[in-house]
């Protein structure tokens, strides 16, 4: 089994660390890890150390590094704009996209998005948002964490389109997105609509801007499922998935 991963602010390049805090909590209480076992630490900007437990006590781990490495972001970088979605849902998409790859997730108030991300709800919202990501990036052993945004209106996602190699599903697209020509550099940022689909009016925007409509296939997928077909299809697409 792959060894579990657990973040820190820096990860030491040799010699013993000490895991403490939350994470250190977590390996020795919770996954309950004992001297001689392994486990990865990483800290979620691509560094990640490979480390055997030398020693354990509550809340805490002393751990030697076998060996340090800095990875390289893969190409092209992908970017979802998700609807918001009522329920559980978008934290759904949320944990499944960041599982499968996505390295930044836009949070989108869509016209049809049932939820309206206002005040302290909103901004409770967000933070679930950001500590499901970060929970889900941990569970996939990714060494990059992925950026959750702050959330943006169809205007403001517009105007981050033009000038970017755009997608946005819509089940009535001519064009399949298994076929259509995506870079393999650069960003690619895909748009998500909500259960009730992407209004007329914000497909005219985001067009005008530049993006393609595309579809997956003849089944219409729910919003917490589009964005992680999509990235399938892109990850083989590109060669990230090789």
């Known amino acids: 089994m792959t060894d579990a991963l657990f973040l820190v602010p820096a ?7 000490r895991l403490d805090g939350a994470e250190g909590h977590h390996a020795a209480d919770v996954v309950r890890l004992r001297a001689g076992e392994t486990l990865l630490l990483g800290d979620g ?10 020693a354990v006590a509550r809340g805490v781990l ?7 490495r800095r990875l390289p972001a893969r190409e092209p970088r992908l970017v979802v704009a998700q609807a918001l979605a009522k329920g559980d849902r978008g934290e759904l998409a949320v944990q499944t996209m960041t599982e499968v790859g996505v390295d930044e997730i836009v ?8 939820v309206r991300w206002q005040g302290d709800r909103g901004a409770r919202s967000l933070a679930r948002w950001r500590i499901t990501a970060r929970e889900a990036a941990k569970q996939s052993r990714r060494a990059f964490l992925p950026t959750v945004a702050d959330p943006v209106g169809t205007a403001a ?3 981050r389109l033009a000038g970017a190699s755009a997608y946005v599903l819509h089940e009535d697209a001519d064009t399949p997105l298994a076929t259509a020509p995506v870079p393999s550099t650069g960003t690619v940022l895909l748009v998500v609509g909500p259960e009730g689909g992407v209004a007329p ?3 005219t925007a985001f067009e005008t801007a530049g993006a393609t409509p595309v579809r997956l296939g ?16 892109l990850s083989a697409a590109t060669g990230r998935w090789h």
Request: with cysteine.
């Open 62 to 68: 002393d751990v030697e590094v076998t060996r340090y």
């Open 218 to 233: 003849p089944e219409v997928l729910r919003t917490s499922t589009a964005g992680v077909a999509a990235l399938a299809v």
């Open 45 to 54: 900007a691509g560094t990640v150390a490979d480390c055997v437990v030398t």
């Open 157 to 159: 996602l517009a105007a």
């Open 11 to 17: 990860v030491p390049e040799s010699g013993r660390y």
């Open 201 to 203: 009016e914000e497909l």
């Open 107 to 114: 949070p989108w108030q869509a016209a049809r998005s049932v």
